[in-house]
């Protein structure tokens, strides 16, 4: 009798183990993605050349600014640095969704799941953060601007920049290295186009509360503060906006935070409908990812459009960049 009970229990914690290990031994992930056969022909054409429309917009902005002296100033050095970082963001995840749309294998290893998760938070942090620190340009080149090149200095705006980076790559790293100790299923289905942190979480079949608690301090720290900052300079801005006494110094003050006031609203309200569709009750499958494709697809393409457009600067920079080319 102990015997058989020796042998039940050995059996027993075999099988256990072997059951742990098909759960951590995971070698892919199945993207869904938008799964609709029908509208695959379409949506590989809409993203691909939305894809190559941002790409081709940032650099332009990066040429224009570089070649040009005149845009050699703390404002276009952080804004040819968000274009950067634009390219890297979207590059992150549209190549793979592109090849997931037209192919009938949507794996992806784990590996390449926890690399691209990981640069995916580098570059939404950084543009944060990148955005947060033009507000802050702005506010002392519109609140002090006879201290404006004192205090933005060339040394400031690149320390300003490198600690963005460290920031992100160390919050970046800290959240891949959990997600380590995370156990799946062998080959686990994840109902989003790229790996997203949020969405690997949701199909982890083992427990994700230290994450989870990670995931929602380091997003409402990193998004909140930003944000925080961004509306405190605003509100500075808006109350030395209002003591000058003529409209054309007014408009002329405030047409320069113009651009940066959409494009900050364009990345926090597709952030915040990416939270909002994935926290609601009942989400449904799609609505996520359109939230996503807001905020990883278009605000990125349309950011050349909004800051080009009304900066007769960087207009003049671009015909010249054209002209000097041909």
């Known amino acids: 009798m102990p015997l058989d009970n020796f042998s039940f ?7 256990s183990y072997m059951e742990a290990g098909n759960q951590t031994a995971i070698s892919k992930f199945v993207l869904l993605g938008f799964s609709k056969e029908d509208l695959q022909p379409f ?3 809409l993203f691909l050349s939305m894809y190559l429309i941002c790409v ?14 005149h845009l050699h100033t703390p404002m276009y050095f952080f804004l040819s640095n968000l274009s950067f970082n634009d390219i890297c963001f979207t590059s992150t995840t ?3 969704m592109l090849m997931n749309t037209i192919a009938q294998n949507k794996t992806i290893t784990y590996e390449g799941c926890l690399t691209q998760m990981h640069f995916f938070m580098v570059f ?22 006879l201290h404006y090149m004192v205090l933005m200095t060339p040394r400031l705006c690149g320390v300003l920049l490198l600690l ?7 919050y970046s790293l800290l959240q891949s290295l959990m997600v380590l100790r995370v156990s799946f ?8 186009f790229f790996c997203e942190l949020a969405p690997i979480l949701k199909v982890a079949c083992s427990d994700t509360f230290a994450n989870d608690v990670l995931l929602y301090c380091i997003t409402g720290l990193l998004g909140i503060i930003p944000l925080t900052g961004i509306l405190l300079s605003y509100y500075r801005i808006v109350t030395s906006i209002a003591v000058i006494s003529s409209s054309r110094g007014r408009y002329k003050a405030f047409s320069t935070c ?3 006031l959409l494009v900050v609203s364009l990345f926090y309200g597709s952030g915040f409908g990416v939270y909002l569709t994935s926290e609601t009750a009942r989400p449904s499958r799609h609505g996520p990812m359109v939230a996503s494709v807001m905020y990883t697809v278009v605000a990125p393409t349309l950011n050349p459009f909004i800051y080009s457009l009304r900066n007769k600067d960087l207009k003049g920079a671009l015909k010249r960049l054209f002209h000097w080319n041909w």
């Open 258 to 260: 113009g651009s940066h």
């Open 164 to 170: 963005s980076w460290l920031i992100c790559h160390t």
């Open 9 to 15: 229990f050995s059996s027993s914690s075999s099988s």
């Open 56 to 69: 081709l917009g940032n650099v332009l902005i990066i040429l224009a600014v570089t070649s040009d002296p």
């Open 185 to 192: 299923h062998e080959e686990q289905e994840v109902p989003h």
């Open 94 to 96: 549209v190549p793979t």
């Open 43 to 45: 949506l590989f054409e």
């Open 124 to 145: 939404s942090g950084l543009d944060s953060l990148l955005l947060t620190v033009m507000a802050y340009d702005r506010y002392v080149a519109i609140c002090y601007p």
